[in-house]
């Protein structure tokens, strides 16, 4: 069993920034794929950023703005996000699929364990 834990979330300008945490459980955290998703009000769970043993990828909504990295040590994973947009505000929800595999994980379905969210609000 993998519990998440997301903090981070709150209200920030436009321009600003914002790191996201993701704390985890499991012994093995260090070899999980982990992924970041985001969901609007009224709009469908889309990815943002994923991390596995072969590289990361992101969205190219975010890219070149967002940065996931990870702490083993800590078994917390992170989202920097930096240049925040007002449609960056969303739910943000950290997942984990505890199976190593090389390629990043960019379909929600490819997890198995989620955390409970963090909301995100970009003022203009």
């Known amino acids: 069993q993998v519990q998440l834990v997301e903090s981070g979330g709150g209200l920030v300008q436009a321009g600003g920034s914002r790191r996201l945490s993701c704390a985890a459980s499991?012994?093995?955290?260090?070899?999980?794929?982990m992924g970041w998703f985001r969901q609007a009000p009224g709009k469908e769970r889309e990815f943002v950023a994923a991390w596995s043993g072969g590289g990361t990828s992101y969205a190219d909504s975010v890219k070149g703005r967002f940065t996931i990295s990870r702490d083993n040590a800590k078994n917390t994973v992170y989202l920097q996000m930096n240049s925040l947009k007002p449609e960056d505000t969303a739910a943000y929800y950290c997942a984990a699929r505890p199976k190593p595999i090389a390629t990043p994980i960019t379909r929600a379905g490819g997890y198995d364990y989620w955390g409970q969210g963090t909301q995100v609000t970009v003022s203009s």
């Open positions: 499991g012994r093995t955290f260090s070899t999980y794929p």
